[in-house]
């Protein structure tokens, strides 16, 4: 195969937005791999294997766990991270697939103060706790494999100038104070850490004179959905929807502190919901305009200053591309 064909790994591939981010690259043409802990296919809700996850490499591994992926991630050319959790009750996950949205409010109560959850998380967690909690998944799981990315691209023997990429599916601000706000602090915590290990790794590879730089991508999506595969998200995307034009078309600011619950409330009802499908789209043109090095300064944000050059790409953006408006004040106005 080509050497200008990308060589994607998705961490995570057979999830939600994995699977749809392994479709699009292989619609694409490039080699896409995935591990995940269960390293099975992709399956629809209904059980079937879609005809192009036959052209995925499946493979079992423990994010966590370095040993378990270094032969896999070293000949990689872009990583996408979407492991993550919205709950840490971990049911919810198996509520949303199956539809039952009895068992989702169950888990809302339970993650919150509703349910002696404390909202932010329990301080007093273990080690296993935390791995599995907003810490361990959110944050500490990029981390993990991001080292591991990069400790392979600095052995390589064959350094190329065109950049590597490391995708974090982040998330905008706009689910609290409905879900904890140690869901979005994690979040934020992993953009950070990420940015300054890729800023530190360009930063030696310049000092020997290697071009080759791994750039850090953080996409920020709100809401989800699929009306297929999670008929459960359908309702609420066309709600939010409703309240978004409102919002957008009013113009009113958000008053509140950008810490105040209240802030968060008024976020999501004002952060349009975005189909999966417009999501993988997103991230896939990031890693080609990065190999391109294509001028990114089109709107997004450009982190510079102290965060290795990361691009962040929120919901306006990611709207714009999916041909669902132009931005009018920072947000995507439907045409």
Same mark, same amino acid.
């Given at each position: 195969m080509s050497a200008a064909v990308p060589k994607l790994l998705v961490v995570g591939g057979n999830g939600f937005l994995g699977s749809a981010i392994c479709k699009a690259a292989v619609s694409k043409g490039w080699q896409v791999s995935s591990m995940s802990s269960s390293g099975k296919p992709y399956t629809t809700p209904a059980g079937h294997t879609p005809t192009w996850s036959t052209k995925v490499h499946w493979s079992q591994a423990d994010a966590f766990d370095s040993s378990t992926y270094t032969d896999l991630i070293k000949d990689q050319t872009s990583v996408v991270h979407t492991l993550g959790i919205l709950l840490e009750d971990t049911g919810y996950k198996r509520s949303i697939r199956e539809g039952d949205l009895l068992g989702l409010a169950g888990s809302l109560v339970r993650s919150t103060n509703l349910g002696g959850g404390g909202g932010n998380g329990n301080p007093l967690k273990g080690t296993e706790e935390k791995k599995r909690g907003y810490e361990g998944m959110n944050r500490d799981s990029a981390i993990k494999v991001l080292d591991t990315f990069l400790s392979s691209s600095s052995s390589s023997t064959t350094p190329t100038r065109i950049p590597k990429q490391f995708i974090y599916i982040s998330a905008a601000d706009a689910f609290r104070p409905l879900i904890p706000s140690r869901y979005i602090e994690t979040k934020r915590e992993a953009e950070i850490d990420i940015a300054r290990r890729c800023q530190e790794y360009n930063q030696a590879r310049s000092q020997y004179n290697v071009d080759e730089k791994v750039k850090p991508i953080f996409i920020r999506p709100g809401l989800m959905y699929h009306p297929h595969i999670r008929p459960l !998200? #359908?309702?609420? &995307?066309?709600? =939010?929807?409703?309240?978004?034009?409102?919002?957008? *078309?009013? $113009? =009113?600011? +958000? %008053?509140?502190?950008? @810490?105040? %619950?209240?802030? $968060? &409330?008024?976020? !999501?009802? *004002?952060?349009? %919901?975005?189909?999966?499908?417009?999501? &993988? &789209? /997103?991230?896939? @043109?990031? =890693?080609?305009? /990065? *190999?391109?090095? #294509? +001028? #990114? /300064? #089109? $709107?997004?944000?450009?982190?510079? !200053?102290?965060? $290795?050059g990361a691009r962040v790409v929120e919901v306006p953006v990611m709207r714009e591309w999916a041909g669902l408006g132009v931005r009018k004040g920072g947000n995507a106005l439907k045409q």
């Open positions: !998200s #359908t309702l609420p &995307a066309f709600l =939010i929807d409703l309240s978004s034009k409102l919002s957008l *078309r009013t $113009g =009113i600011p +958000n %008053p509140f502190s950008s @810490k105040s %619950p209240l802030y $968060g &409330a008024l976020e !999501s009802l *004002r952060t349009f %919901p975005l189909h999966v499908d417009h999501v &993988a &789209a /997103s991230v896939l @043109k990031c =890693i080609e305009e /990065s *190999r391109a090095s #294509t +001028n #990114t /300064s #089109t $709107g997004e944000e450009q982190v510079e !200053s102290g965060w $290795g």
